[in-house]
């Protein structure tokens, strides 16, 4: 049986099938709406989500599937001190596959190593997001046809923000990606991300000021501070706003640079961006069905 944990957890190859399995769910719904007739998915959710919990739910309906879960962790017996394993031993007694997303980092894991079903790494803590992950990759691929030759900026809450551990170690496996981090000084990416580049040779640099490098990007992967996970509101209030991505900005990139961001935005990018083509965050929310969709029939040996 198979989980989806981390990034990596499918080789290229199989990405590549997943990836191309997304694309003809997009071109072809009426072909796929009855491949989950009698499967349950569960939405195990302690914490807040729009996009990846409503997501995965509208990918199970449109399969043909049914949904069961909980969005709050208030309501589960979490609340009553039960752990994380012995909730998803009881939830694969009731469900055929569970997507999880728990505040603690490495909480999708445990829950994986007691399951009997398939479990999904929803977002655990400041760690993973991995379909958050397969969503970016597609977005990319179906939007500039490839995944390697990028210049790629990655702006914001590089520390806490899940999407962007999850995207870099991805990216790692493509030729000819270069990482460009754009953030404060207290929100710069963990040291054992660095450690990876350096490992793989892979060329990178930190800057603060967007300005400067936004000519030579070909992505530009915009990120909320995350404020849960600060330790004193002080510091996030002092950093929130520190990045906004306005009309002003924008001249300063390519025509063909794409903006993508896993939402929800707060203030970093101005909404009088969204009319701009280059602005694909709503689109790649889109392509994030069309993956769990792919990743549903695949965990499930349906395809
Ligand atoms: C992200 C997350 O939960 O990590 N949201 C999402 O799943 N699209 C990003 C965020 O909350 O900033």
Do not use: W
């Not at 970093?268 to 069905?289: K, L």
């Amino acid at each position: 049986m198979r989980h989806l944990i981390t990034p990596l957890d499918f080789t290229v190859e199989e990405l590549e099938k997943l990836f191309d399995l997304a694309n003809d769910i997009e071109n072809n719904k009426a072909k796929y709406a009855h491949a989950c007739d009698g499967k349950i998915l569960a939405t195990c959710f302690y914490e807040p989500s729009t996009r990846t919990r409503l997501s995965f739910e509208s990918a199970m309906l449109q399969l043909g599937g049914h949904v069961l879960g909980f969005s709050d962790a208030g309501s589960s017996s979490a609340a009553k001190g039960e752990s994380v394993s012995d909730t998803i031993r009881m939830i694969s007694a009731y469900t055929d596959i569970c997507a999880m997303r728990h505040p603690k980092e490495g909480s999708a894991m445990v829950a994986s190593q007691a399951a009997s079903i398939p479990v999904i790494n929803a977002g655990d803590g400041g760690h993973q997001h991995p379909t958050q992950t397969l969503t970016d990759l597609l977005t990319i691929r179906s939007l500039k046809g490839r995944l390697n030759n990028f210049t790629i900026g990655l702006c914001g809450d590089l520390k806490f923000g899940r999407t962007v551990h999850s995207l870099i170690k991805a990216l790692t496996r493509y030729d000819n990606i270069k990482f460009v981090f754009v953030s404060p000084e207290e929100l710069k990416v963990p040291d054992y991300i660095i450690e990876i580049l350096k490992e793989k040779n892979i060329p990178f640099e930190e800057v603060i000021r967007l300005e400067d490098v936004m000519p030579t990007l070909d992505l530009l992967y915009m990120t909320r501070v995350q404020r849960e996970r600060f330790f004193n509101e002080e510091d996030y209030i002092r950093l929130k706003d520190f990045y906004v991505l306005d009309k002003a900005k924008m001249t300063l990139a390519k025509d063909d640079m794409l903006v993508l961001h896993p939402l929800p935005r707060v203030n970093e990018i101005s909404v009088e961006i969204d009319q701009d083509p280059r602005a694909a965050y709503f689109r790649q929310g889109q392509y994030g069905v069309y993956v769990r969709m792919a990743l549903i029939l695949t965990l499930l040996e349906l395809v």
